[in-house]
Nanobody, 125 residues
């Protein structure tokens, strides 16, 4: 079982950037595909980005393509989300999540079994 702790959220102006990090416990991090999911107030959780176990495949929701980049460092048990050109509609609580169910087709929120507590991202206009 993996435990996940996010960091790096904050308040930023539109057009700015943030880098989220998610530190995982345990020695089996590389056996988990990882994702970032966000939830805005009053809305359902939304898939944002995911990365396969080795990092060779990445997936993004259309609205963040070209602005966000997911990456991972298996030696450091960490997954990252670089967020550039932020928009007010990116405001949400961002969760890091992991799954061992599969390593392809990772763009579904219900794939993920392990979740962090979330880190708040607020983008002002």
């Amino acid at each position: 079982q993996v435990q996940l702790v996010e960091s790096g959220g904050g308040l930023v102006q539109a057009g700015g950037f943030l880098r989220l990090s998610c530190a995982a416990s345990g020695r089996t991090f590389s056996s988990y595909a990882m994702g970032w999911i966000r939830q805005a107030p009053g809305k359902e959780r939304e898939f944002v980005a995911a990365i396969s176990r080795s990092g060779s495949r990445t997936y993004y929701v259309e609205s963040v393509k070209g602005r966000f980049t997911i990456s991972r460092d298996n030696a450091k048990n960490t997954v990252y989300l670089q967020m550039n050109s932020l928009k007010p509609e990116d405001t949400a609580l961002y969760y890091c999540a992991g799954t061992q169910k599969r390593d392809t087709g990772l763009g579904y929120v219900n794939l993920y079994d392990y979740w962090g507590q979330g880190t708040q991202v607020t983008v002002s206009s």
